[in-house]
Structures are given as structure tokens and as C-alpha cells.
């Protein structure tokens, strides 16, 4: 019998180690066995919501963040190892914008309603645009392209995102999220009961997914032992 484990995946798109982490986590999904299935949900958070709503410029960005550019790029250094190591050519100079990206995340909420893979979709194609190609996933423009080439309905798209649809629900994810003891991302929570936080290995999350699938598994036979229990006894009174 198949266990499906439910994981809601707390990242922002501006993060790389959150790019790293899906990678990690769908080299995971390959490793846990055909016994135990997922369902996925991205959910949000912004490494910095104080950005403006047009974004700010790349460089003046990391100078203020981190001191300097060449501070900056010095421990990006590392990024980029790691991201090699996952087959992810990061192209940091390439981004003109460190972008807001709470209009990336409304689109992301959307997505998870528009067909089965279709978030992972967006989500990945976001990360792509913005690590590998420089793009402004800041960009209303830029995120209705997202939206049409993973199959979304752009005209609905298009009306949502020049709407005030959502700002507040996602904001509001984010606060729940933190009060639940996020304060990183990428975070991998599993069946809201266990979290796995960073970008960990391979091994890890697996590791985690078969744990939960098991204990899940262990309460379900627990349950029907108990309701054949109940029946048992409740056959026995009546008698």
C-alpha cells in the first residue's frame, strides 16, 4: 500500500539555496521508494519585504546588505559551489534587480489551483529566470510570460495580478510560518507536524519522508486495529 506523505515547502524565489534545496529535494523523491508518494505545496516567505514594489538596484542592494560588492561576492563563492554541485550554473552577475517578490508569490498561490504540476512549474521557472538568466521576477510583465508558458489562463492572470488580490494572504502565510518557528527557508514541513530546515542533502529528506510515511502507516493500522476493536466489544455488549 502506497503512503502519501503531504510537504509544504516554505521558500522565497529571490533564494538561492531554496533553488538548491528543490534541487536536493527532487533528487529525494527519487530515492524513497515506490511505497511512499508526495503531495507538494510551495508556500511563501521573503527574505526581505522592505524591497520596493519595483525592485531595487543589484549592486547598491548587496553594498547595503553586505558592505561591499566584492564581500558579496565573495560569499556567493559558496553558493555557487554548492549550486554546481547540483547542476545549477548560477549567473549572479547577470541580475540587474534584487526584485520584491511578493508579486511572484501571488502567482505561485494561483498556480497551486490551476492543474497538477503546474506550481512546481512556476516555481521552477522563476528560479531559472532569475538565477540563470538575470530576469526581474519583480515584473508583472515578466511573471504573466511564467504564467502562459505553464499552461495558466493569462487573461485571468493578467486581471489578478493588476489587482490587490492576495497581498494580504500571503503576508499572512508568511506570519504563520514564522510563528510556527521558521526562520529560514528553504523549509520542508512535513505533514505540519515535522520540519526539515535548509537545503540538506539528498539523504535527509529522504530519510525524513520515509520516517513520517512509516509513523503515518503505523497510525492507520493502529486506527483499524482499534475500530475492530470497538466493533468487537460493541457486538459483545449487544449479545
Given at each position: 500500500m502506497t503512503e502519501t506523505v503531504h510537504i509544504d515547502i516554505v521558500s522565497d524565489v529571490m533564494c538561492p539555496w531554496c533553488f538548491i534545496g528543490k534541487k536536493r529535494f527532487e533528487k529525494a523523491l527519487g530515492a524513497i521508494g515506490e511505497d511512499v508518494a508526495v503531495e507538494v505545496n510551495w508556500r511563501p516567505f521573503q527574505l526581505d519585504p522592505t524591497l520596493p514594489q519595483e525592485g531595487k538596484d543589484r549592486d547598491q542592494y548587496l553594498a547595503e546588505k553586505f558592505?561591499?560588492?566584492?564581500?558579496?561576492?565573495?560569499?556567493?563563492?559558496?553558493?555557487?559551489?554548492?549550486?554546481?554541485?547540483?547542476?545549477?550554473?548560477?549567473?549572479?552577475?547577470?541580475?540587474?534587480?534584487?526584485?520584491?517578490?511578493?508579486?511572484?508569490?501571488?502567482?505561485?498561490r494561483w498556480a497551486q489551483t490551476a492543474g497538477e504540476g503546474v506550481q512546481t512549474r512556476v516555481v521552477e521557472a522563476l528560479f531559472e529566470l532569475y538565477f540563470l538568466k538575470g530576469g526581474n521576477i519583480g515584473d508583472q510583465a515578466v511573471l504573466l510570460d511564467v504564467a502562459r508558458e505553464a499552461g495558466m489562463d493569462t487573461a485571468?492572470?493578467?486581471?489578478?495580478?493588476?489587482?490587490?488580490?492576495?497581498?494580504?494572504?500571503?503576508?499572512?502565510?508568511?506570519?504563520?510560518?514564522?510563528?510556527?518557528?521558521?526562520?529560514?527557508?528553504?523549509?520542508?514541513?512535513?505533514?505540519?507536524?515535522?520540519?526539515?530546515?535548509?537545503?540538506?542533502?539528498?539523504?535527509?529528506?529522504?530519510?525524513?519522508?520515509?520516517?513520517?510515511?512509516?509513523?503515518?502507516?503505523?497510525?492507520?493500522?493502529?486506527?483499524?486495529?482499534?475500530?475492530?476493536?470497538?466493533?468487537?466489544?460493541?457486538?459483545?455488549?449487544?449479545?
Amino acid at each position: 500500500m502506497t503512503e502519501t506523505v503531504h510537504i509544504d515547502i516554505v521558500s522565497d524565489v529571490m533564494c538561492p539555496w531554496c533553488f538548491i534545496g528543490k534541487k536536493r529535494f527532487e533528487k529525494a523523491l527519487g530515492a524513497i521508494g515506490e511505497d511512499v508518494a508526495v503531495e507538494v505545496n510551495w508556500r511563501p516567505f521573503q527574505l526581505d519585504p522592505t524591497l520596493p514594489q519595483e525592485g531595487k538596484d543589484r549592486d547598491q542592494y548587496l553594498a547595503e546588505k553586505f558592505g561591499s560588492i566584492e564581500r558579496a561576492r565573495e560569499l556567493y563563492r559558496n553558493v555557487e559551489n554548492a549550486g554546481a554541485g547540483e547542476g545549477i550554473p548560477f549567473r549572479f552577475e547577470a541580475i540587474a534587480v534584487s526584485p520584491n517578490t511578493l508579486d511572484a508569490h501571488r502567482l505561485i498561490r494561483w498556480a497551486q489551483t490551476a492543474g497538477e504540476g503546474v506550481q512546481t512549474r512556476v516555481v521552477e521557472a522563476l528560479f531559472e529566470l532569475y538565477f540563470l538568466k538575470g530576469g526581474n521576477i519583480g515584473d508583472q510583465a515578466v511573471l504573466l510570460d511564467v504564467a502562459r508558458e505553464a499552461g495558466m489562463d493569462t487573461a485571468i492572470v493578467e486581471s489578478l495580478l493588476a489587482s490587490d488580490a492576495d497581498p494580504e494572504a500571503i503576508t499572512q502565510e508568511i506570519a504563520l510560518a514564522q510563528q510556527m518557528g521558521v526562520t529560514g527557508v528553504p523549509c520542508f514541513i512535513l505533514e505540519n507536524k515535522y520540519a526539515v530546515m535548509g537545503a540538506q542533502d539528498p539523504e535527509t529528506i529522504a530519510d525524513a519522508i520515509r520516517q513520517v510515511a512509516a509513523r503515518k502507516a503505523a497510525a492507520s493500522e493502529a486506527a483499524s486495529a482499534g475500530d475492530t476493536g470497538r466493533r468487537g466489544m460493541s457486538v459483545a455488549c449487544t449479545a
